[in-house]
């Protein structure tokens, strides 16, 4: 009973079987071999974007510094969600990577933005030389409380940008199950909508460890390859990353294990509804956030589940549960058959 996180699943079969197969003689390094060509090829095709350039890294974190590094000045602000991951869970990779431009953050219900707090928000910044001056907006797609932007929601928020003379990044570690959950082309809910680079996400859809960085301005592409390259992220034996990435975009895997995720997760809706159980968000991809009775948490825990302790109402726990590729439907009657 694994629900603590979609990186703590296992790396799917497929995965495995193109790694091995790249692994038979040699191949240039940095990115030359013609696996990542492939990638890149693949992933234009994916998003309708005959113009992005693709550059594979091996972290989120990497990929959500560098991109952001590449668009917003030291003196700038980043403006994203109060709760975003680059906000709560990279360190400060954000700040050391753009050398101190800072986060402005946002509120919004259910880990979306709130539009009006944006434009606020705003207006109130980059007003003088001695103010913090407007640099990027940054998007989490799904949001780190398991809610989907649809691809009206992104644009209105990218025009909110775009009035005030900024780029737009979105952190799509979990890119794949919102595509799923929206049925949406996603080039609706990247560059159709506005969006200029794409943090494009592997490793919690059922890779090893490799991101993609989608940067749909190619003239981006120079100084985001010179970042990488400094900041320690350009791997020399890139088809490992390349094969992974490849595999997963091949054949709608990428879709298809994030659908299956996101059904997971679904079942578990169910399930909890029906045992009485709230949760705090609504449930549109693979995560959930439901507060049960106290004492909940040590028996599922006894009985093998895993999962993360999050704040709840008096009276209740609060739990983070995270569905991926490789959650059976056993799994997640034997959580409902403890409550």
Known sequence: MIFNSDNAAPVPPAVLAALSKANHGGAPGYGADDLTQAVEALMR??????????????TGTAANALSLAAFCPPWGTVFCHEHAHIAEDECGAPEFYTHGARLSLI????????????ARAIEASGASVHNQQRGMLSLTNVTEAGTVYSAAQ???LVDLARAGGMPVHLDGARFANAVAATGTHPAELTWRAGVDVLSFGGTKNGLMGVEAVVLFDPERAWEFDLRRKRGGHLLSKGRYLAAQMLAM????RWLDWAAHANGMAARLVHGLSARGIALAHPVEANILFPHWPQGTSARLRAAGATFHDMPAPEGFEGARLVTSWATTEAEVEALLHLL
């Not at 509120?107 to 944006?118: F, K, N």
């Not at 975009?249 to 709608?252: A, I, P, Y």
Request: no cysteine; net charge negative.
């Open 249 to 252: 975009l091949e054949d709608n």
């Open 154 to 156: 992104t644009a209105a």
């Open 45 to 58: 095709e994916v998003l309708r974007a005959p113009d992005a350039v693709v550059r594979l890294v091996a």
């Open 107 to 118: 509120p919004g219900a259910h880990g979306r933005i709130d539009a009006s707090a944006l």
